[in-house]
């Protein structure tokens, strides 16, 4: 059982990266280098939890992601420890504008979508 304090004396692969996830803690240092959105986004999490993260980021919210991770799990929290971290994991795009009805949405969160072909034929000036 680790202290989140524990677990944020390792930010950098030379010390090892772990972060956390609910009450399980996670050694990644093997899956930095392998993550698709590159070692920079990973370690932004480094020593610290994943929730904030993956509010931003909603496709992590999937069952393979989670399955992946379960790979990497070193310990859980201790239990004093295992709330939540203090801060706010509300919806951060709750703010977002209204969109054109048009639009094919890709992803929800981040919004993400495209005009369809038969609107960007209309006028070949964009």
Request: aromatic fraction near 28%; avoid cysteine; glycine fraction near 6%.
């Given at each position: 059982r680790y202290t989140r304090a524990e677990v944020a004396q390792h930010?950098?692969?030379s010390e090892r990266v772990w972060v956390t996830y609910g009450t399980d803690v996670f050694d990644v240092t093997e899956f930095v280098e392998l993550h698709p959105g590159g070692p920079d986004k990973i370690l932004l999490a480094a020593g610290g939890a994943l929730e904030?993260?993956?509010?931003?980021?909603a496709v992590h919210s999937q069952a393979h992601v989670l399955e992946l991770l379960?790979?990497?799990k070193v310990g859980e929290l201790s239990p004093d420890e295992a709330s939540p971290p203090p801060g706010d994991t509300g919806d951060p795009?709750?703010?977002d504008p209204p969109r054109?009805?048009?639009l094919r949405v890709n992803s929800l969160k981040p919004f993400n979508a495209e005009p369809p072909p038969e609107l960007l034929t209309q006028s070949f000036p964009t």
């Open positions: 930010r950098t692969p904030p993260f993956w509010a931003l980021y379960r790979d990497y795009f709750a703010g054109h009805p048009a």
